[in-house]
């Protein structure tokens, strides 16, 4: 791991993505780039004619598939070379100018939807059972059960020219958020006595200190800033709500979550059993909460002392090969088609090692069909840093196996699901490590951990998904988000979610305001998603490292799936059945078992 932050080209060949797999040159890149210029009108032929025949449907289909596909590598390959350096203008230029291609390429095809849904329900059936579209059948099927729901020609028209009048409400919040009010941050001393300005990305590290009163100070001094913007943030969050509703009234949905949990083919039910499931497990989340003030020695809690380790981190510093090992002993369960193949990842560089002077920050795992997976990663030697290796390889084998596994208009899983395959990766490397560890301090540490995991992904998600559900039904139902409204509902589920051991004075009051923040309730009912992933994964890794027969298998089945079939059929096919109550209360029951062990350990 280098000592310093180094220029790119200083960054070892082997520490670095080979993207050249992708393409050897911007020389190559520029030649199918080039290529694209015809697709716009070569699309236009198939206008009007998808209703002659199923070869002619297939003939356009195949078509439209290999333009998206070249489009992919494209913007893939232009992306990552962006990523190394955000400041090499080369590259934010090509991915600026393969980003207007694909606007273009939208505009050009259009028409394919309507004119397929168009096709008269019988007939399109009795075509789907044609040898020509059988290949085809099950994504078109995801295209035609949108059909009730599908506007006139000019209908869809109108209403696409609203997406981004729509989205100034999402962009105004970013704006606020990330320019404006971090300009206003006030500074605060550190637990070394210096002065440093608050931003929006050392808040959650300041909230992380061992040193109480710069805990506090951060989290007053964060807030204060909030709440001056709440009016605004409660018009943006109306507008944002009200645009949900407008465009699920408008394609006849009964409700905006309705419209959001259909795209995700996803029934209501499993929405509300997810709220009710924690809400029936909340005693177990208060005890955590009491077990903290009490590990902490807090005479009083405060929200702000929720996210600090009971143990602090270690810090021992492992190296890459350390945590590559690590990574792939932990998986080591799933049997050796996937360690072969991750290990092989590994040695044939998919992933960018090491932080370099303007890369990306975070991680990610990508690719595109016509690539292997690659891992962005700023590794920094904190078993932190190991477990986001761990959580991206998982993304990186999902999308390896189903790509392998389906064809290309079948490969690319479905959001619902996309979280599962890191998480068990994670779940798989907790076990592991906790075998392995002697040292109590230690194992606290990782036991704590996975609390911090589930109080943050699973319940505090929940919390958000029950909260947004609120906001948008108090709407529909013709009332508005008044800043009043929003402080106080929010603020009732917060105390709700946390339970009696926490003094809830002047001191917490601020955290009233922290729906303002939330850059997730404008992206309509997605935060849900984030829960059910957990507990899918939690449920997957138990019966995995319990030895249940078949449990490997059904696994790696559903990583093979693709978008083959539902994502709630691929997940039951992998035995979590998200429609029952049992995964999330099993998922809930883990993390008693974890916090049991925790109170043993210290």
């Known amino acids: 791991m280098p000592d310093e932050l180094k220029s790119r080209n200083d960054i070892p060949a082997e520490a670095k993505w080979s993207v ?120 078109l099927q995801d295209i035609l059960r ?79 800033e909030i ?18 509703i407008f465009r699920a009234r408008t394609r006849k949905y009964d409700s905006a979550i309705e419209a959001s949990l259909f795209n995700d083919m996803v029934n209501l039910s499993v929405y509300d059993s997810l709220i009710k499931s924690v809400h029936d497990n909340l005693p177990v989340l208060h005890r955590y909460f009491q077990f903290r003030k009490n590990a902490l020695n807090l005479d009083s809690a405060h929200i702000y002392d929720v996210n600090v380790p009971i143990v602090p981190e270690s810090k021992a510093d492992y190296s890459w090969d350390e945590a590559v090992d690590l990574t792939l002993e932990a998986v080591a369960p799933l ?55 761990a959580h991206e390889a998982g993304h990186s ?36 490590l906790l075998k392995r560890m002697d040292d109590k301090r230690e194992k ?49 589920l917060v105390k709700l979610y946390h339970g009696d051991c926490f003094a809830w004075d002047d001191e917490d009051e601020p955290v009233t305001a922290e729906w303002s923040r939330i850059p997730h309730f404008y992206y309509n009912f997605y935060v849900y998603k984030y829960a059910t992933g957990l507990s899918s994964a939690v449920d997957i890794s138990s019966r995995i490292l319990a030895g249940e027969p078949g449990a490997i298998e059904s696994f790696i089945g559903f990583l093979k799936g693709g978008s083959s079939k539902p994502p709630l059929e691929l997940l039951k096919g992998a035995g979590v059945d998200l429609t029952t109550p049992e995964p999330v209360n099993s998922a809930l029951l883990k993390m008693e078992s974890t916090l049991e062990e925790l109170e043993k350990v210290l």
């Open 20 to 139: 050249e797999a992708i393409y050897t040159s911007n020389d190559e890149w520029e030649d199918d780039f080039d290529e694209t210029a015809a697709f716009m009108e070569s699309m236009k032929k198939w206008t009007g004619r998808l209703g002659e025949a199923p070869r002619t449907l297939k003939t356009a289909i195949e078509e439209l598939l290999s333009q998206i596909r070249l489009l992919e590598k494209l913007f893939t390959y232009a992306n990552m070379k962006g990523d190394e350096d955000l400041g090499n203008s080369l590259y934010s230029g090509m991915v600026s100018r393969i980003r207007s291609r694909f606007i273009e390429f939208d505009a050009a095809q259009s028409f394919f939807t309507p004119e397929l849904l168009a096709i008269p329900e019988d007939t399109i059936n009795s075509w789907l059972t044609t040898s020509e579209l059988e290949p085809y059948r099950t994504w």
């Open 146 to 224: 949108f059909r009730s729901h599908t506007l006139s020609e000019k209908e869809e028209k109108l209403l696409a020219n609203t997406a981004e009048i729509i989205s100034g409400f999402s962009s105004a919040f970013g704006k606020l958020s990330n320019v404006d009010m971090p300009a206003r941050f006030p500074e605060i001393r550190d637990e070394n006595g210096n002065s440093v300005r608050l931003t929006t990305g050392n808040y959650s590290a300041f909230l992380q200190k061992e040193d109480r009163r710069v805990r506090k100070d951060a989290f007053l001094g964060f807030y204060g």
């Open 227 to 244: 709440k001056g913007n709440v009016a605004t943030k409660a018009a943006l969050l109306e507008g944002q709500v009200k645009s949900d």
């Open 335 to 389: 049997g050796r088609e996937y360690v072969d193949a991750l290990a092989g990842g590994f040695g044939n560089r998919w992933a960018d090692r090491y932080e370099n002077i303007g890369k990306r920050s975070g991680a990610y795992s990508g690719g595109c069909y016509d690539s292997h997976p690659y891992i962005l990663h700023n590794f920094n030697g904190t078993l932190s840093s190991v477990f986001t290796l």
């Open 397 to 432: 084998m999902h999308s390896l196996l189903s790509r392998k596994s389906q064809p290309y208009h079948m490969s690319d899983y479905k959001i619902l699901v996309a979280e599962v395959a890191s998480t068990t990766n994670e779940m798989l490397l907790i076990d592991l």
């Open 444 to 492: 606290a540490y990782l036991l704590d951990h996975l609390l911090g995991k589930f109080k943050s992904t699973l319940v505090r998600q929940t919390m958000f998904a029950e909260f947004e559900k609120l906001i948008h039904e108090r709407v529909e139902s013709g009332n508005s988000l008044t800043p009043d409204y929003l402080n106080s509902s929010y603020y009732d």
